[in-house]
């Protein structure tokens, strides 16, 4: 009865510990797992980035308009390794056929969304709101404006992107003629570059984690 209960009682024992021995191993690997990706994300790029883009404009709206161009400076913070947010400013003209050419310029802020950021190509999206003024202000509209666009790592911290936005302004007014029953609207397609920089405190820090983890689970071959 006795060699019975203890034989039970050691199966037991033997259960937990395996238990808990697969259910450790388990954490350490969720673990280095979260380590390697943030150590990977801050590798590749960073905290805060300035972007820099050239491009291509056209308005959709009641009069004709050529494509012109336009340039755009702005400033990302990382809220999560996957999301950002980014506020931008953009310069460029409107070319309406043989009628005027005049400059605007507007001001956005997105949220932005990477779907794969622990790799170097990574497709995202994005969407926001902005404030969209003619030259030394006289006609302002806001707007909103949604897009999509891939980011290439080029070399660690500089990223190179092709991207393009829809920008639905709150106003008939932008090429100077009031017609139709829809507000005026913008597509704008660029290439530019994202120069990251930030984290490298944080970015030590996972190297030491997944150091520690590695030395922790090394092999010694018996002699």
Do not use: W
């Not at 009628?99 to 779907?115: A, P």
């Amino acid at each position: 009865m006795i060699i019975k209960l203890n034989a039970k009682l050691l199966c037991i024992i033997l259960f937990i510990g395996c238990f808990n021995l697969v259910f450790s191993q388990d954490s350490i690997s969720k673990s280095e797992r979260f380590n390697t990706r943030k150590y990977t994300f801050l590798n590749y790029r960073g905290t805060n980035a300035i972007d820099v883009a050239i491009g291509s404009l056209s308005l959709q709206g009641d009069q004709e308009s050529e494509y012109d161009v336009y340039f755009r400076i702005g400033y990302k913070r990382q809220l999560t390794s996957h999301l950002n947010t980014n506020i931008s400013f953009n310069k460029y003209n409107i070319l309406i056929k043989d009628v005027s050419n005049e400059g605007f310029m507007s001001f956005d802020i997105n949220l932005e969304y990477l779907f794969s950021p622990f790799t170097k190509f990574s497709p995202f999206i994005f969407a926001g709101g902005g404030y969209n003024a003619a030259n030394y202000f006289e006609s302002t509209a806001t707007k909103a404006q949604a897009g999509f666009g891939f980011e290439l790592i080029m070399s660690n911290h500089v990223g190179f992107k092709l991207f393009g936005e829809y920008n639905y302004l709150l106003s008939d007014e932008l090429d100077g003629l009031i017609e139709g029953d829809t507000d005026d609207a913008l597509i704008r397609v660029g290439i530019g570059f994202n120069f990251y920089f930030g984290g490298k405190k944080k970015k030590e820090m996972y190297q030491k984690k997944l150091k520690t983890v590695i030395n922790s689970n090394q092999i010694i071959p018996y002699n």
